[in-house]
């Protein structure tokens, strides 16, 4: 993906952010997802007062884009404010790797500072994972 399009998708994110329902922890993350063919889905955390019901923005636009009939991703940007850019939770990566293991994460802070990881790097041995074994049984 290009230069362009990375702005593009961080753009995405950082929109979506502004729609974040985070009266809990005022912690907005907006995430904008594209897929293979270019098509861009967002998401953002939807907090809950129990907490343990939140949803992040990750998994939010995960569920968006495959409601709306796209699993191809490419790549996923999210957006946070804060000193450093945020990388995906644990759960928000594995339900990436769901899709593909191979995606690219860009995180990226409010004010411009860019990070960029391979899924694998943040997600080591997804195919050798406990659940993928089990499937073999
Ligand atoms: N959050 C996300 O949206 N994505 C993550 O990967 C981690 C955390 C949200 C959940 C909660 O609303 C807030 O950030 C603080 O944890």
């Known amino acids: ?29 907006g995430a904008a997802l ?10 953002c955390n ?17 569920a968006t884009a495959v409601a709306q009939g796209s699993k191809d991703f490419a790549a996923i940007a999210v957006v946070t404010e804060g000193k450093k850019p945020a990388i995906p939770c644990g759960a928000c990566r594995q339900v990436l790797a769901e899709f593909n293991p191979g995606m690219k994460v860009l995180t990226a802070t409010t004010d411009g500072k860019v990070q ?3 899924l694998a ?3 080591p041995l997804p195919s050798q994972g406990i659940l993928e074994g089990s499937r073999d049984v």
């Open 1 to 29: 993906m290009s230069v362009i399009q990375y702005n593009e998708l961080i753009s995405a994110a950082s929109a979506a952010r502004l729609l974040a329902y985070a009266p809990y922890s005022g912690f907005r993350v």
């Open 34 to 43: 594209v897929t293979k063919a270019g098509k861009i889905y967002t998401g």
């Open 46 to 62: 939807v907090e809950n007062i129990s907490l343990g019901l939140t949803i992040c923005a990750e998994r939010s636009a995960i």
């Open 116 to 118: 960029e990881f391979d």
């Open 121 to 123: 790097e943040l997600l």
